[in-house]
């Protein structure tokens, strides 16, 4: 693992104060725990301030070494308790000038797994092999509790790989970064070292000497012990034999037994020991210290032995539990209802939540059992797949595939038979058409949102910016409220719906184009009568916002009904919704189980098609006229023709 830490410009601004502390286990327990890193920025400081960010690290940072005993999750989730209570302390001496003026950001790193949290504008960003994924946007803030003081809330955690780049940000250096596409040209390294950012940045140079923040970037590099060869061999399982482990203490008793022994059963063994004892009269202290042990190695057999067996029979008894309730699930599939296979569904879903506690232990289960619990689960599995319309995919169709020295695409949206990627990191659109033909497009705006009006794709561009494509003159749109930040965006027959994660609510700017000017908007309206939390939204008439594993609709502001998917494998965290007035379907992007869902209206599934393949799904788009669903997975662009005559 590599670390740079770069401090531009300390002493511009007096009133401002950043820095960054990095620390490496000291010792086999704080190894236990891995390394701690921390960023922080303080604006509007006070005289009196000037060391806040050493004393607020310095408490994270020994109750976090402090906790050995827990995982690093759970201790860093103490060390933002004691954190809390350290900022809280100070509030309640009536020093609260931090308030609202603190950026700061955690992470923790072992084994390659990242545990990581941030309070203010700090941006932390993954890189990976070209791409640029904004991390800290998994970061949930509804939980933040103004009193009693709650300042660092949610964590987030994940596993990196060999090769990933790390980056933290203070507010001035991402905003530079992102005007200047910096993290573009990093990303687009074919390998990050330090000369190869330090170059970067000494291109930049004057620039960068107007403004004032901190950067850390790590670098992950696979870390193996000098001298050390990695051997990886696959586990073998050996069958216990009492007569090895009875070897060593047997030896004494050798030379009156003849050359050949047979080890009879454990109950036989102890009378022949102790017959052996008092008819050769050897009773003495090393003998009975070896005859004490034995008999413990046997008893300690015989009851693992007993508790084995008992484990088997409880595990044979769920097994013929979980065929009953499968046997009973065929026979309702049999009955070709709707009600009757939603029954099986609950079953099937049951029998694989009793099934899945025995596959845990298949390593120390008989053989022929073994092959009787996975020939039961593979049964299971098949009808429940054939039940929720799951089509795994093993080689999905390549549609095209991004060269990522000239663009890397995080976003797409639909227009025709044409596809247009955009990404917030670049000044560049590169539209695609039917024929996999490509142009780069040069419109000089970094656009972060994109829907469909009027046979038009609307680009958005934060905090406040509209272009319709095809060169109309932007339109800057008036703001809601302070700090205000759009996340999502959907249109309605002109009116346009903006979803604010942070702030819960949904904006809603009415149409007022018309004749000569067909596009603009009026005054921003709350649309929802109280907050909610959502992660993405479309409009049809109704506004659907999309949870993390249910769809709420809302109608005039108000919820109308809650629709949770009754789907297998259950959802755990949808990422973006899409519907329209033309479509009857919801289409659903689930990154975390690499799938694309689509359901009715009313929550029933259509279809499911998932592949080992979209290992790095950003978003997707559905051509209306083609009944095309095309998934942009990383550089690669993935087609899927749809077929959904048949339910």
Do not use: C
């Given at each position: 693992m590599q670390v740079f830490e770069f401090h531009f410009n300390p002493k511009l601004k007096p009133d401002l104060i950043f820095d960054s502390f990095c620390?490496?286990?000291?010792?086999?327990?704080?190894?236990?725990?891995?390394?701690?890193?921390?960023?922080g920025l303080l604006k509007n400081v006070l005289p009196r301030n000037l060391r806040f960010l050493e004393k607020l690290q310095k408490v994270i940072k020994e109750k976090y070494y402090k906790s050995t005993i827990f995982t690093p999750e759970k201790s860093l989730r103490e060390s933002l308790k004691e954190a809390n209570e350290f900022l809280e302390g100070l509030a309640k001496k009536g020093d609260v000038s931090w308030l609202g003026n603190l950026s700061f950001?955690?992470?923790?790193?072992?084994?390659?797994?990242?545990?990581?949290?941030?309070?203010?504008?700090?941006?932390?960003?993954?890189?990976?092999?070209?791409?640029?994924?904004?991390?800290?946007?998994?970061?949930?803030?509804?939980?933040?509790?103004?009193?009693?003081?709650?300042?660092?809330?949610?964590?987030?955690?994940?596993?990196?790989?060999?090769?990933?780049?790390?980056?933290?940000?203070?507010?001035?250096?991402?905003?530079?970064?992102?005007e200047n596409l910096l993290l573009n040209e990093i990303a687009k390294l074919p390998r990050f070292s330090e000369k190869e950012l330090k170059d970067i940045l000494n291109r930049k140079k004057e620039e960068l000497s107007k403004i004032s923040g901190a950067l850390l970037a790590i670098s992950l590099r696979k870390e193996v012990l000098a001298g050390k060869r990695e051997i990886i061999l696959p586990k073998i399982s050996k069958e216990f034999s009492l007569k090895e482990v009875l070897a060593p203490f047997l030896r004494p008793f050798k030379k009156f037994q003849k050359p050949k022994i047979n080890?009879?059963?454990?109950?036989?063994?102890?009378?022949?020991?102790?017959?052996?004892?008092?008819?050769?009269?050897?009773?003495?202290?090393?003998?009975?210290?070896?005859?004490?042990?034995?008999?413990?190695?046997?008893?300690?057999?015989?009851?693992?032995?007993?508790?084995?067996?008992?484990?088997?029979?409880?595990?044979?008894?769920?097994?013929?539990?979980?065929n009953k309730k499968f046997n009973l699930a065929q026979g309702l599939l049999i009955l070709d209802n709707p009600q009757a296979q939603k029954e099986a569904n609950s079953l099937l879903k049951e029998s694989l939540e009793k099934i899945t506690p025995i596959l845990k232990e298949t390593q120390n289960l008989p053989k022929e059992f073994n092959v009787r619990i996975?020939?039961?689960?593979?049964?299971?599995?098949?009808?429940?797949?054939?039940l929720n319309k799951l089509e795994k995919i093993e080689e999905p169709e390549l549609f095209f595939e991004f060269n990522r020295e000239k663009f890397i695409p995080q976003k797409l949206v639909t227009l025709g038979d044409d596809l247009y990627f955009f990404s917030p990191y670049s000044k560049d659109l590169f539209k695609l058409n039917k024929n996999k033909n490509g142009e780069l497009i040069s419109v000089d705006k970094k656009f972060d949102l994109a829907t469909m009006i009027a046979d038009s794709i609307l680009f958005f561009s934060k905090p406040n910016q509209l272009i319709v494509y095809r060169g109309l003159t932007p339109v800057n749109l008036k703001e809601p409220y302070p700090d205000f930040n759009f996340d999502a965006l959907s249109s309605f027959k002109g009116n346009l719906y903006f979803l604010d994660k942070k702030a819960g609510q949904i904006i809603k700017y009415p149409s007022t184009g018309s004749g000569q000017v067909p596009f603009s908007w009026g005054t921003p309206e709350f649309w929802l009568k109280k907050a909610i939390v959502g992660k993405s939204i479309a409009v049809d008439g109704s506004v659907w916002v999309l949870e993390k594993d249910a769809i709420s609709k809302y109608y005039a502001g108000n919820l109308q009904e809650k629709i949770t998917p009754d789907i297998f494998p259950p959802p755990k965290d949808f990422s973006k919704i899409f519907t329209s007035p033309t479509l009857p379907y919801f289409?659903?992007?689930?990154?975390?189980?690499?799938?694309?869902?689509?359901?009715?209206?009313?929550?029933?599934?259509?279809?499911?098609?998932?592949?080992?393949?979209?290992?790095?799904?950003?978003d997707f788009s559905v051509s209306e006229g083609t009944k095309i669903i095309y998934l942009l997975n990383g550089l690669k662009v993935y087609k899927i023709n749809l077929n959904l005559n048949n339910r």
């Open positions: 620390y490496e286990p000291e010792n086999i327990y704080e190894r236990k725990m891995g390394s701690l890193y921390l960023v950001a955690i992470l923790v790193l072992k084994n390659f797994k990242l545990n990581f949290t941030k309070v203010g504008g700090m941006k932390i960003f993954l890189l990976r092999r070209g791409q640029i994924i904004d991390i800290d946007k998994k970061l949930k803030f509804q939980d933040i509790e103004p009193y009693p003081l709650k300042i660092f809330g949610n964590i987030v955690s994940g596993k990196l790989s060999e090769g990933d780049l790390i980056l933290v940000l203070t507010k001035e250096i991402f905003d530079f970064f992102q080890i009879p059963n454990p109950k036989e063994l102890i009378r022949n020991l102790i017959s052996f004892v008092i008819r050769r009269k050897v009773l003495n202290k090393k003998l009975i210290l070896i005859l004490a042990l034995i008999l413990v190695l046997i008893l300690g057999f015989i009851f693992s032995q007993l508790e084995e067996r008992q484990k088997i029979r409880i595990y044979q008894k769920n097994l013929e539990e979980v996975l020939s039961q689960r593979d049964e299971i599995l098949e009808k429940l797949y054939s289409y659903l992007l689930e990154p975390g189980q690499k799938r694309i869902v689509i359901l009715t209206k009313a929550g029933e599934i259509i279809k499911q098609y998932q592949s080992q393949k979209f290992d790095n799904l950003l």
